[in-house]
T-cell receptor, first 115, second 113 residues
Framework: DAGVIQSPRHEVTEMGQEVTLRCKPI?????LFWYRQTMMRGLELLIY????????DSGMPEDRFSAKMPNASFSTLKIQPSEPRDSAVYFC?????????????FGPGTRLTVL | SQKIEQNSEALNIQEGKTATLTCNYT??????LQWYRQDPGRGPVFLLL?????KEKRKERLKVTFDTTLKQSLFHITASQPADSATYLC????????????FGTGTRLTVIP
């Protein structure tokens, strides 16, 4: 298995532009997580899905952020409009079941820079 | 408020020694605790999970302890090697039955040859 796939790996954009980050979880995993990592705040959970349904989006910073999971093999995180403070590394992770105790498998991340 | 603290931002040790990393938490009642390793430019990689009713767990040169009274986990790497140099993150579940994790800010370990 190729693991969790994220695209793009790097994104540089200007303030006000729309940014879409993409994630393909590991096949068979039915939980998907979006995280943001910065030096100041560390790794923060933004939102997670079980069986394509959003379960907890309390970590989404504001209405400019939205996430979708139209099917079991694809998810997007969109920022519109983007701001310089959104610059961070965004990770997607998946987990094999919707229950507890399961390890999470992380993708390589997308490094976002908003100028 | 809930908080997860890892003892230091950076830890340097000599090759062959045992590295000990600390994770302390407040205002959580986790059912389990996980440790991850993160290399520069990569996502975290799962290492070990320990449940609340387990005192200790081992995997090769790694050992994790979990003291729910002290609200602390210790992560040990014995016979450390330069290849162990990385950032190590602890993570807790929000509450029993939750599937999401809260991560500490990590400790950057450097093993000096």
């Amino acid at each position: 298995d190729a693991g969790v796939i994220q695209s793009p790996r790097h994104e540089v954009t200007e303030m006000g532009q729309e940014v879409t980050l993409r994630c393909k979880p590991i096949s068979g995993h039915n939980s998907l997580f979006w995280y943001r990592q910065t030096m100041m705040r560390g790794l923060e959970l933004l939102i997670y899905f079980n069986n394509n349904v959003p379960i907890d989006d309390s970590g989404m910073p504001e209405d400019r952020f939205s996430a979708k999971m139209p099917n079991a093999s694809f998810s997007t995180l969109k920022i519109q409009p983007s701001e310089p403070r959104d610059s961070a590394v965004y990770f997607c992770a998946s987990s094999p079941t919707g229950g507890t105790y399961n390890e999470q498998f992380f993708g390589p991340g997308t490094r976002l820079t908003v100028l | 408020s809930q908080k997860i603290e890892q003892n230091s931002e950076a830890l340097n040790i000599q090759e062959g020694k045992t590295a000990t990393l600390t994770c302390n938490y407040t205002n959580y009642s986790p059912a389990y605790l996980q440790w991850y390793r993160q290399d520069p430019g990569r996502g975290p990689v799962f290492l070990l999970l320990i449940r609340e009713n387990e005192k200790e767990k081992r995997k090769e040169r790694l050992k994790v302890t979990f003291d729910t009274t002290l609200k602390q986990s210790l992560f040990h790497i014995t016979a450390s090697q330069p290849a162990d140099s990385a950032t190590y993150l602890c993570a807790l579940d929000e509450n029993p039955g939750a599937n999401n994790l809260f991560f500490g800010t990590g400790t950057r370990l450097t093993v000096i040859p």
